[in-house]
T-cell receptor, first 114, second 112 residues
């Protein structure tokens, strides 16, 4: 069974600073996908970034980038130049075609301080 | 853009009531999902469906059932609501063999 672990329940960062959210996972599969989702307060969950396990290059989306370490089964999210609108709950998620389901971590609450 | 809508943002029901939560998506996605979200527990999958009239149990199906009579609509049913079903319920959809899921705004259900 796949598991996703987000060990930090909450973090805080000063506006314009950089923050890294950590995520580890466990699987015996070789082909899979990893995601970071963002859930702003009282708003819809949206996809931030995705990474295919077969790609060595780390995914980047504007201020958001990942550090994907396949051997270590680690998938951290780096947010550069943090903005107040980045305040949200962030979920790491794992997908494999073996069961076609997303497995989510417990989430981390990120607060960006003005 | 994919749009997933849920029938209510907030719902208050009494113990023992039958509760229907509706979810509609407008992108012709085959796959639809129901999750509940609780503090400290993340998202847990209740049921999912790969096609009309098909359903599969997720990780926590006890106390719930689902219905998918039309491709765009996926309903979650609480046959007899209990206080431990007070939670945020999220619906999601994805295309066939799709890896990303698109979420609705959620329904915060309180059972008193």
């Amino acid at each position: 069974a796949q598991t996703v672990t987000q060990s930090q329940p909450e973090m805080s960062v000063q506006e314009a600073e950089t923050v890294t959210l950590s995520c580890t996972y466990d699987t015996s599969e070789n082909n899979y996908y990893l995601f970071w989702y963002k859930q702003p307060p009282s708003r819809q969950m949206i996809l931030v970034i995705r990474q295919e396990a077969y790609k060595q290059q780390n995914a980047t989306e504007n201020r958001f980038s990942v550090n994907f370490q396949k051997a270590a089964k680690s998938f951290s999210l780096k947010i550069s130049d943090s903005q107040l609108g980045d305040t949200a709950m962030y979920f790491c998620a794992f997908y494999t075609g073996a069961n076609s389901k997303l497995t989510f971590g417990k989430g981390i609450t990120l607060s960006v301080r003005p | 853009d994919v749009k997933v809508t849920q029938s209510s943002r907030y719902l208050v029901k009494r113990t023992g009531e039958k509760v229907f939560l509706e979810c509609v998506q407008d992108m012709d996605h085959e796959n639809m999902f129901w999750y509940r979200q609780d503090p400290g527990l993340g998202l847990r999958l209740i049921y999912f469906s790969y096609d009309v009239k098909m359903k599969e149990k997720g990780d926590i199906p006890e106390g719930y059932s689902v219905s998918r009579e039309k491709k765009e609509r996926f309903s979650l049913i609480l046959e007899s609501a209990s206080t431990n079903q007070t939670s945020m319920y999220l619906c999601a959809s994805s295309p066939p063999r799709g890896h990303e899921q698109y979420f609705g705004p959620g329904t915060r259900l309180t059972v008193t």
